[in-house]
């Protein structure tokens, strides 16, 4: 039988499956103050449920990775990736204020190497999603990142969803990425079960095939106001 305590401390393997087109996905996570309480609890609940949702269907487990960027005036890889199977559980914290450029940034530069690494290792990956959950606006100039964001989307290098929360300002958003939701009040399991639903759309097609996305449910649509 193997032992438990050399189970626990096992390193989690670098990727499953390696002979699988694979799938990157990066959430990029505003854990400034105006996060503090409820928000930033259903935030945590939500991510971590989504692992769990996930991995119950074993196609789109074995061919999902996952890393977490948490913001506030600076920013950190709380998880850097691993199948989405061996996630840490996230205990996130509200502090600080919100800047986009740094965190945006580093999430680019791991997609482009995730995408390198699935190449090196055989397989055509999927396009890198990048997820960025927000409830506020940035205090630094976000132009140049947002010139980065475009043209990696341009040249199908990336996608970059981003998910308002609350009084968000959705001009910085869309300076970013056409695609924006908004979700009303702190309740994230809608966009949880959608970003779900949505790998598993990916799973079942072939690198470069458009996936047919599920429709938005619950409290999140997408913004179409006029800015």
Known sequence: MENLEQKRFTAPPVIVNAGE????????LDVSLSMQGQAIRQLNEGLNRFKAEVCQDRQTRDILDVAV???NDNFSVVQDFVPVEYMDVVQLEADGMTQFTAPIREAL??????SRFYRR????PYKPWILL????EPLDNIQ???REVRLMQDEEKVRLIALGVGDFNPKPLKEITD?????EGTDFSAFFN??????RSVSITAPGEKPPLPPLEGNVYRDVSDI
Do not use: N, P, Y
């Open 144 to 146: 140049a990142v947002a």
């Open 194 to 199: 959608w970003v779900g639903k949505s790998m």
């Open 133 to 136: 959950v927000t409830d506020g």
């Open 109 to 114: 530069k791991m997609a482009d190497e995730r």
């Open 179 to 183: 695609v924006v939701f908004r979700m």
């Open 69 to 71: 960027i948490a913001f």
């Open 21 to 28: 087109s694979h799938m990157a996905l990066i959430f990029v």
């Open 121 to 124: 290792s055989g397989t055509e």
